[in-house]
């Protein structure tokens, strides 16, 4: 039902920034909340930022501060904004959306991911 599509990962130097973006694109859903999950090797699975349908965000407490997440400039894209980058924010950053399908059913789905790299 839901299509996200990333972008904005690389290779940054440990303090410099990266801007990762996420749309959402389908029919018959109605979007809750987006946001990013990341993986790395050796870590537990993180949500990373949060952002609802009502405009209330929830960060972990890892990237406070340091990140920012925003809807885009349409209904069905946010933006993250990661600033002073550190070497433990390397992972695999996966958008995800969370939403009611045409069945009024809440559903959860994720992007194919975005690599970022973050070098010492």
């Known amino acids: 039902q839901v299509q996200l599509v990333e972008s904005g990962g690389g290779l940054v130097q440990a303090g410099g920034s990266l801007t990762l973006s996420c749309t959402a694109s389908g029919s018959g859903f109605d979007l809750l909340s987006m946001g990013w999950d990341r993986r790395a090797p050796g870590k537990p699975h993180e949500s990373v930022a949060t952002i609802t349908a009502d405009g209330n965000t929830n960060y972990t407490d890892a990237v406070k501060g340091r990140f920012t997440i925003t809807s885009g400039s349409t209904k069905n894209a946010v933006r993250l904004q990661m600033d002073s980058l550190k070497p433990e924010d390397t992972a695999i950053y996966f958008c995800?959306?969370?939403?009611?399908?045409?069945?009024?059913?809440?559903?959860?789905?994720w992007g194919r991911g975005t690599q970022v790299t973050v070098s010492s």
């Open positions: 995800y959306a969370h939403y009611l399908d045409a069945q009024s059913r809440e559903n959860n789905h």
